[in-house]
């Protein structure tokens, strides 16, 4: 008697990510990735009846509160993931046709990895918070040109994203948990709406094409951060109206000019809380904000932790 075809169960979401990461360091050998998820913060949604599911497959909070060094293999999902507190540093795993690719990832780091990739992963002080959202292929991948040209992973700092970004992060987690089918679909919605405006950012960062008073203005910031800058002398010395000023530099680089110039100080402030020991007085004086506590309630602000606990996160 001929056999019929021996049907296999699909692999589970959990199975899955569980056979492809390998932790090693204070965690241990043979520790899972579900063992480190963060208890009811962090679902697995393997429902395959439930087509909203394929969204999303899994996503969550997760603390490693101990140092941890792990490899992942390659999967055939987009991992979006923001860092919420602790650093760590993550390597592709590259290959023949492309170098390995290393980022530093610090609290406020957004990063976006193309499916297939591989890499390993360190952290450099804990607890080190993230949240990740394991994202279907088919339904994702077109954001893939913008943020991920050539399979490189995308990094974006706290201070680069625009701030509907954050408005919509928090909210992530609350949908993703929800076992309403309705939830499935406002997060599918925040994920593209987020990945669109991280994909517009990128653009706008990169337009060479700018009018010559908005270059100008931009380079003005990009370089000369730390002095003190006003409308006035700009309309002077630019020899454009201000109101035209704000319309265009607003219009072309997507955020008013005084958002951009603090994000560059906040940029170099996180640089300079890394890598000097400077103050917190001197930190803000150097990149032009003489008003320490403004410094301090901006960063607040920016990145949610204030920048003394931001070198603590960074420098240990």
Not at 100 to 121: I, K, V
Not at 139 to 159: G, K, N, Q, V, W
Not at 197 to 202: D, G, I, P
Not at 282 to 297: K, P, Q, R, Y
Request: with cysteine; aromatic share 10%.
């Amino acid at each position: 008697m001929q056999k019929g075809p021996i049907l296999m169960e699909p692999i589970t979401i959990k199975a899955r990510l569980n056979q492809a990461y390998h932790f090693s360091g204070a965690a241990g050998n043979g520790i899972r990735f579900s063992d480190l998820s963060d208890g009811a913060a962090f679902v697995f949604r393997e429902d395959p009846s439930a087509v909203h599911n394929r969204f999303v497959p899994a996503g969550g909070r997760i603390s490693y509160a101990s140092p941890v060094r792990l490899t992942r293999d390659a999967l055939p999902y987009l991992l979006f993931l923001y860092v919420e507190s602790g650093s760590g540093t993550l390597t592709t795993a590259g290959d023949a046709a492309q170098e390995p690719e290393s980022c530093q990832l610090a609290p406020g780091d957004l990063m976006l990895l193309p499916d297939q990739t591989a890499y390993r992963f360190s952290t450099t002080h804990t607890p080190f918070c993230y949240h990740c959202f394991y994202l279907s292929t088919e339904y994702f991948s077109e954001y893939l040109p913008f943020l991920c040209a050539d399979d490189r992973i995308f990094h974006m700092s706290r201070t680069e994203a625009d701030d509907i970004v954050w408005r919509i992060l928090p909210c992530l987690s609350r949908e993703l948990l929800s076992d309403e089918p309705v939830s499935s679909l406002h997060l599918t919605a925040m994920l593209s709406l987020i990945l669109s405006s991280l994909a517009a950012s990128r653009r706008a960062a990169s337009t060479p094409s700018l009018p010559a008073h908005v270059a100008h203005m931009k380079e003005i910031f990009d370089t000369d951060y730390a002095h003190s800058h006003s409308l006035a002398a700009l309309e002077s010395s630019l020899g454009v109206s201000r109101y035209r000023l704000c319309h265009d530099f607003s219009d072309c680089i997507g955020v008013p000019p005084i958002q951009y110039l603090n994000r560059v100080r906040l940029k170099a402030a996180r640089t300079l809380l890394r890598t000097t020991t400077l103050t917190i007085r001197e930190v803000s004086a150097a990149v032009g904000i003489e008003n320490t506590t403004h410094f301090i309630n901006l960063f607040k602000k920016d990145a949610g932790i204030t920048p003394l606990q931001f070198r603590q996160s960074s420098l240990h």
